[in-house]
């Protein structure tokens, strides 16, 4: 509904103004200029275009909200990171305590995930869904500059000022200090930990209720942002997203339905697509709800009673894989950041080409942010704003993306959800914990 008004509101404000950029910057006579002559003015009458429309009170307006809804989603960025960080590593305590459970459970999260960014990386290397296109977005400059050497990456990670650090959006150093600050609340003595402790679990609670609400703006903020887009780039920019949206569920696909499957027979020699049946109704309310969390419920239960999995590997690996382990999530961020930056160059030929240093940077941090995100609707967005800020691309970029982010967020969902369902069958056949006679009788080896 958002992303309807948000388009058609646009495209109307488009309308009125885009003549008169056109004659300020290409003369009286823009009717007949050609094409291409269009296309090298592309940026001048941008910027007329954006001048003239914000200068009316309803273009103002809905500049204003846009501007409202990204301070807000970028006001959370921090204390959300920090907070739910230091939960995921006191969490994996609970984890080392299950010791070898624990250390597969880790093991599994992190391979797919890598996997899963893998397969993003590749497809959108090779598709190249944002190269030569002509995106003008509003964007405020940031520096045309990314670090280079390997030193200065890992010096650059370490803040020498935590305050600093947070106040200047630095995520590498929030990551940092927050990864620190968890391993050594683990360290100190028991009286002190439980204080501190309940103030993280609360601090995070709190942050996770305040997303929540401010993606409940979503409707309103989301209509502002794509109407500010449109009316200053035009209707055509959702063309020009096609070949991203198709990049992202091609990998989806891949993963879900190629390298997951894989991964299950290798490892149970049990049927991967009967399982995915058994799985359905949890994979298909995440698609509909495109939230881990309000899942889980139906995950559990169709794993245990539909599929066969032990009380005790439900219970550990599918709560823990429902907001830490996210496939779909980690893999939508690589190809998205990769997306960006491909547009970004294309519209600003300054900006220089992401190394393959800068493309493992990405990887690394969208492992980071899928650990990170929550397990509800538009996270994974919300989160980007962590590495783009890292890679030095201007954030506006995913007013872009928030016109396509459902579909997309529904994709993502099942397939967190598919990963860690395919986690919790692996890891109880590791242990001899997965009842055959619930689904997989007769049973049938394929070896
Ligand atoms: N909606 C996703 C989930 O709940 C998270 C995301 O936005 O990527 O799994």
Redesign the pocket.
Known sequence: MGIAVGVLTGTLINNAYIDEARETVLGSEYSQATPQQLQEKAQSINEELRRRVVATPIGAGIQGLSLIFMNLLKMIVVPLVFFSLVLGIVGMKEGKRLGRIGIKTGAWYVTTSLLAIITGLVLVNIVGPGRGTNIQIPTQAVEAQLPDSFWDVIASMIPDNVVEAAASFDMFGIIFFSVLFGIFLLLVEEKTRAGMLSFIEGGAAVMMKMTQFIISLAPVGVAALIANTVATSGPKIFVSLLPYVLTVAAALGIHCLVTLPLLLLLLTRRHPYRYMRAMSPALLT?FST?????TLAVTMERANKGAGVSDRITSFVLPLGATVN?D??AL?ECVTVLFIAQIHAAAHPEFPELTLGNQILIVFLALMVSIG?????????VMMVIILQAVHLPIEYTSLIWGVDRVL?MA??MT??WSDSTGAAVIAHSENELDDSVLFSPRRDYT
Request: charged share 10%; hydrophobic share 35%; proline share 4%.
């Open positions: 995440g495109a939230s881990s969390s309000g996210m779909g999530t939508y995100a929550a397990g509800i609707p538009h996270a994974g967005l967020d993502r969902t967190n959800i």
